[in-house]
């Protein structure tokens, strides 16, 4: 195993490499345990680079078997070959010369998915972030572009189809019983982005003619026996192509895209030129096995890495520390393709749960980076919600300060000027700044600094002078590395509402505020309105249009106004939240003092007014009744958290809601739309409301019949497993929901996917009795403990959804991901430090469990030889 060298990379220190690569030709022959890799690759020595300067390239656990310099073999005194790095010396001065390198690799022991390796019988690759020196030695990072040829030999009945990026060029028997084919990608790129596919698999095939007329066959590559389960991916991908076109002007450039799907996979998808390897989760679907949450995923990601192909692929990054330049900018494209797919409201209320449950924690605890982080120890663990996330909320800022209209116009300098390159947020925000004539030099620090910012907010009305005042002031909390920070620039969307429901038109008295969008730039600002009719009620940050703490007194009485009126359907939305999440702090403190609870009834009656007015779209009273999640509970609270207080309470707000509407919810849960399955948002959204009311209905009975009903007579997996969770959940132990999980079981017993949300239902239950169901399933002999998607939906469910299981109070939950982790990190490093950061926010928890967590934290540190992704990880999470 590679271990922690402990060497820091700072961006700082960012230098070109001494030779220039101009192509390199890749030859494969593959064999499970011997697959030989033949290099050539023409290079020349920059200009200014010293005579002697030596050609270093990057591996990684490789051994080399022989090198060439054009053609001919190398004295052994003239280069160095470690399993991390070769290095050449004595090469020509000027002109282009071949290094030919020849590597022999074991796709079978690869057990990291980092390189090359097979699953279930098919080889297939994953590059990014440092994956092609497992492969061969090469200068393996992303600002090292060429024009790759890949051949690839392997037997006929071991791989049927070898891909590779690029369009085909052709291919034939090789000698007995084996073949061959050839591919040439005329796009220089990096070697993140290189990928070989080669597979016994099955295939759908399609067709798209982009906008200036040219034909593109489009290939899905599933398992054998799934291709009836690939139609949605492919519709994603045709309706994807299409709106690139419109909505950024981007066409595709090859005459193929293909997709792969693999079932043991690291990431969700990866967007390789011309041929995207996805993990299968994210491609497989039909209504049987997958919910319409699938549906939505396979959408966002088929879209996400489609989209990657111009912002990513035809752009790269100059080096890693710019990673969110494709991955910030790629993921606020797909949220656009998604909000113009479905409904853009209640997407976008989704896109501000995930970034409050994930990306808010990391910017409050130990593992706290800034968008373009400025150093690292392994870039294996800077993809993080930071990073896709919030650096998709940083261009949805530049997009509400510039408008739609100067972003499209920055939007398109940027692919005309930098196509072909390895570019920088640097040259990304230059662009805006250009098209615009605006100034982003203090906006740029959102790359810069980490943290949550916070501003507080206060309004005063003057009755007499028909005056209203709002201040703002910016506050940003230290961070690790970032002990001062400097003032940001924070566009916070804003409305006046008056008290007939109304919005007020006018015009603060400042120019700091335009298009109604306060520009927050100093420590303090006032901005006065005049000629308000009557006290309005300020909605601000109006469809979370910075990614920021708004700290307001506001009563309940003007929430409620912004509920009932806000023209902005996320800020009804945000309202609602904010009452309920206010309650909910309130009762679990009271809950952890062991004081009385409250009654929950001014919320209950907003829920359940909400649940039943017609008005209002199913997908988006959806939201409204789901309650904020105990982890949203425990972010808000802050410290001294027990998560059994925050459980107990939200528990007993639940019981109080679901009683007050009993009516409502048992006529709701029967709502789910009739007839054949269709994934679109409509019936998405009324099975969502059906879901939520089930839950409700079910509590207010304090009975499983009804869950166990909708569970046997279901004919679709949402349904399906939205009545498995509400009998997992609320009724553990009772014959009904012993019943439903054992059938489950069974029926799905050939489909890993499915029986991944079987695991992970039960992972969540609520209660310390969970951790030894999670050991028992863990140890039952068919639990895979290789497959990636499984481990994330045992043990990943458990550690970070289930927040009383996890959490028990004896410790019971963190030795276990602390054992695993250890485990998991001998063969697969990624995995293992992923699922560790589920113990981030260990510092906020009260004493006991505290203590328990860092005695965990510290039995990994002291478990012996660590991969780097895991000791850097649990370092962070330890130092003070
Ligand atoms: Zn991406």
Redesign the pocket.
Known sequence: MRTETGQVYKLTDYKPTDFVVERIDLTFELDPKETTVVSRVILHRREGVAADAPLVFDGDELTLDSLQIDGNDIDASLYEATPDSLTIRGLPESGPFEVTVNTTISPDTNTKLMGLYRTNGVYCTQCEAEGFRRITYFYDRPDVLAVYTVTIIAGKDDAKYLLSNGNFLGGGNYDEGRHFSAWFDPHPKPSYLFALVGGDLGLIEDSFTTMSGREVALKIYVEHGKEGRAGYAMDALKRSMKWDEEVFGREYDLDIFQIVAVSDFNMG?M?NKGLNVFNDKYVLADPETATDADYANIEAIIA??YF?NWT?NRITCRDWFQLCL??GL??YRDHAFSADQRSAAVKRIAEIRLLKAHQFPEDAGPLAHPVRPETYKEINNFYTATV?EKGSEVVRMIRTILGADDFRKGMDLYFERHDGDAATIEDFLACFAEASGRDLKQFALWYSQAGTPSVSVSTAWNEAAKTFKVTLEQSLAPTPGQSRKALMHIPLAYGLILPDGSEFDGQPDTDDAENGVFHLTKRKQTFTFANVPGRPVLSINRSFSAPVNIAMEQSAADLAHIARHDSDGVSRWQALNEQAMRHLVAVSKLARDGRNLPSAKELADILVATASDESLEPAFRAQALMLPAESDIAREIGSNIDPEAIHTAREAVLSEVAGSGIEVFTRLADSAPEGPYSPDAADAGMRALAGVALAYASIAEAHPARAKAAYDKSDNMTVMSQALQVLAHQFPGSDEAADALAGFKSRFAGDPLVLDKWYSIQAMTPGAQTCARVEELLNSDDFDRTNPNRMRSLIGSFSAGNPTGFNAADGAGYRLLAREVVDIDKRNPQLAARLLTAMRSWRSLEAGRQELARLALVSIREAGELSPDVGDIVDRMLAN
């Open positions: 998808a967007e996400h890495e990657h990513g494709k991955e790629t993921v896709y």
